[in-house]
């Protein structure tokens, strides 16, 4: 049986969006504090945008997915994003994660598109909606506030300035996010 990877295509946070999430992150017990279940923090370092999520992988199929990437991104540039809000998703009385939504801008649901038209055969399971997460939630209850407004968070705006083939491995500790290739401009 062919050897399997958990694989996923994300652009990772830097420069001022990564700054002022930073700055939520490190206020991150008054967000606690409102929601009343238990809580799982994503580690800043893992902070991304997905861009296509693929799901378990032949790993011999890891260097045709990076052809593919690499000729439908040939021209990649830097795309601008926007910080928007804090929320619970999908809604109040599901939320199973907290997160940072970013203003939808035809640049992203543009390059969303060149990577979903590049492999054909990993469908999305829902229409992309530009958003990081922050956090994981257990213990579902209804009736909680769904937007966050904490200190320090402002619309921020910044570059995604990489696309990055990442390998994902679940551990009980959450998720660990290896690089395996990664396209800037410089490339």
């Not at 958003?131 to 209850?141: G, M």
């Not at 769904?146 to 083939?165: C, I, K, N, W, Y």
Request: aromatic content about 8%; hydrophobic content about 45%.
């Amino acid at each position: 049986m062919p050897e399997k990877r958990r694989l996923f295509i994300a652009s990772p946070l830097a420069g001022p969006l990564r700054e002022n999430l930073l700055a939520v992150y490190e206020r991150r017990e008054l967000i606690t504090a409102q929601i009343p279940r238990r809580i799982r923090w994503v580690p800043p370092e893992q902070w991304h945008l997905t861009w296509l999520f693929l799901g378990d992988v032949d790993a011999g199929m890891i260097p045709e997915v990076q052809e593919r990437l690499a000729s439908a991104l040939s021209n990649f540039q830097p795309v601008h994003a926007e910080l928007d809000d804090l929320t619970l998703w999908p809604n109040a009385r599901r939320a199973n994660v907290l997160i940072c939504r970013l203003k939808h801008e035809p640049s992203l649901a543009s390059l969303s598109e060149m990577i979903r038209m590049a492999l054909p055969e990993f469908k999305a399971d829902k229409p992309f909606a530009p958003h990081i997460t922050l956090a994981r939630l257990k213990e579902a209850r209804p009736g909680v506030q769904t937007r966050f407004h904490p200190e320090g968070f402002q619309a921020t705006e910044g570059m995604l300035d990489s696309v990055v083939l990442y390998q994902s491995t679940l551990t009980a500790e959450g998720a660990i996010h290896q690089p395996l290739w990664t396209l800037s401009p410089a490339n």
